[in-house]
């Protein structure tokens, strides 16, 4: 059976209208975001590992959630970019030659054919074959700087994100004395290959690593890709160039959040 719902009591009718006169007055402003957590790493001296001092970086960028559809986009997106997309053929009309047809239509009792630019002739055209076009796709700048703070949190977690002071250099450029060094460290190629990120381009260390491949890569901040970042077992890398990259990678972070103030 129906029953009709009781009616709003006169205080209550009083309160609802103050409010909706009120509302018109409502404004849009922008307050400063919640304060985010910070996460804390350690610093070491390159090539003796030794413990320095810590620092703190935001959560948001080194303890984000690990997002692999974000990472898989971000790898496909760089692979794309370094496609050349040179490849090119010729059609029979850019193959050099006369249009004549080669023998009659019929009476031969052989297969019917053009002229001798024809796919089907050796020296012809060729069907159906690569052109130059470009391969690069697009991809949302706030996603790919997603990307790169997601796979370094990923690496971050797992505890395969190792910080070196500045300037991480070795004495010699030997690949021998180098070799000695990741070993020691359980840095090299029987614990994971390690990815060294530098600031700048570090004369020994990169030379001696040249030779030693099979331990690890060098390469320098603006050298880096998300996909670098994913493919060896740890990374080392100098606090400037980590800085750096969040730096350069964060568009996607909002610094104010819109919130109603009511006058």
């Known amino acids: 059976m129906a029953t009709e ?8 009718l009083q309160a609802y209208a103050n409010a909706h006169a009120n509302s018109s007055n409502t404004s849009l402003a922008f307050r400063t ?3 985010i957590p910070d996460v804390l790493t350690t610093i070491y001296s390159f090539p003796t590992m030794e413990p ?46 006369s249009g004549a047809k080669i023998r009659p239509q019929k009476g031969t009792g052989r297969a019917r054919l053009g002229d001798k630019k024809s796919p089907m002739l050796r020296g012809g055209g060729v069907a159906f074959g690569p052109h130059p076009r470009d391969f690069s796709t697009k991809l949302p700048k706030k996603m790919y700087d997603l990307a790169w703070r997601t796979a370094l949190s990923y690496r971050y977690r797992r505890g395969e994100l190792i910080l070196v002071e500045d300037g991480a250099d070795i004495e010699m450029d030997e690949p021998r004395w180098l070799k000695q060094i990741m070993e020691r460290n359980h840095l ?29 890569r060098a390469k320098t901040e603006d050298d880096v890709d998300v996909k670098d970042l994913l493919e060896l077992g740890r990374i080392i890398i100098e606090k400037s160039a980590l800085d750096g990259i969040l730096k350069d990678h964060q568009s996607d972070l909002n610094r104010t959040v819109p919130s ?4």
């Not at 719902?5 to 209550?12: E, K, L, N, S, Y």
């Not at 530098?198 to 331990?215: M, S, Y």
């Open 5 to 12: 719902a009781p009616m709003p009591a006169p205080d209550q």
């Open 33 to 35: 975001p919640p304060k």
């Open 52 to 97: 320095l001092r810590f620092a703190y970086y935001p959560a948001n960028h080194l303890h984000l959630p690990l997002r692999r559809d974000i990472l898989h986009r971000a790898v496909i997106f760089e692979g794309d970019a370094t496609r050349q997309g040179t490849a090119s053929t010729k059609w029979r009309n850019d193959v050099h030659g």
């Open 188 to 216: 090299g190629n029987a614990d994971g290959r390690s990815l060294i990120v530098t600031k700048g381009v570090r004369e020994n260390l990169f030379q001696a690593i040249a030779g030693a491949g099979e331990d690890g």
């Open 260 to 263: 109603a103030i009511y006058s």
